[in-house]
T-cell receptor, first 112, second 113 residues
Framework: GENVEQHPSTLSVQEGDSAVIKCTYS??????FPWYKQELGKGPQLIID?????GEKKDQRIAVTLNKTAKHFSLHITETQPEDSAVYFC???????????FGAGTTVTVRA | DVKVTQSSRYLVKRTGEKVFLECVQD?????MFWYRQDPGLGLRLIYF???????EKGDIPEGYSVSREKKERFSLILESASTNQTSMYLC????????????FGSGTQLSVL
């Protein structure tokens, strides 16, 4: 099955700085890569996703990049704010499957 | 907006008890999932259901069973709770339009003493 590795497990950044989380996947058949954000006391929520036919996608302060050859993808958060503090999960999905494979999660803390 | 509701936010049970975790979604989604969340291990799939009365094992089904008698409701059952089943349990529903986006409930923190 698919194996998704996520690094780092914790990340502390100063407000206004950038944060980067990296994930690798094992199955070259995976073609959809979402990122979920989990705030305290809530379930994970989709914040951005990317498909294998695209190399980069942006949505305001967040962006995701994908390198299919190296089988890795990254989440970039610029100008971090306190509300960015959360646990972030990357995931991968094969086209003919319904089951996402998740990374272990990254706890991001934005220091004021 | 899609709503996935888990019946309990916190639950404390004793070893050996039978435990039911309930989940309801309001968007007529066919696919529903139960995940377990543990620190450092991410989200691990326990079971999923792709239709009423249809179920399939995920990556860690041992010690669990599920029930899907109605489309909107997906229940996770711990037949005989054990301390190693202390965890956060998350229910999710899959957007049928894309078959990609998951909608999660807020989770049930289960403690087995």
């Amino acid at each position: 099955g698919e194996n998704v590795e996520q690094h780092p497990s914790t990340l502390s950044v100063q407000e206004g700085d950038s944060a980067v989380i990296k994930c690798t996947y094992s199955d070259s058949a995976s073609n959809y890569f979402p990122w979920y954000k989990q705030e305290l006391g809530k379930g994970p929520q989709l914040i951005i996703d990317i498909r294998s036919n695209v190399g980069e996608k942006k949505d305001q302060r967040i962006a995701v990049t994908l390198n299919k050859t190296a089988k890795h993808f990254s989440l970039h958060i610029t100008e971090t704010q306190p509300e960015d503090s959360a646990v972030y999960f990357c995931a991968a999905l094969k086209g003919n499957d319904y089951k996402l494979s998740f990374g272990a999660g990254t706890t991001v803390t934005v220091r004021a | 907006d899609v709503k996935v509701t888990q019946s309990s936010r916190y639950l404390v049970k004793r070893t050996g008890e039978k435990v039911f975790l309930e989940c309801v979604q309001d968007m007529d989604h066919e696919n529903m999932f139960w995940y377990r969340q543990d620190p450092g291990l991410g989200l691990r799939l326990i079971y999923f259901s792709y239709d009423v009365k249809m179920k399939e094992k995920g990556d860690i089904p041992e010690g669990y069973s599920v029930s899907r008698e109605k489309k909107e409701r997906f229940s996770l059952i711990l037949e005989s709770a054990s301390t190693n089943q202390t965890s956060m349990y998350l229910c999710a529903s899959l957007d049928g339009a894309t078959n990609e986006k998951l909608f999660f409930g807020s989770g049930t923190q289960l403690s087995v003493l």
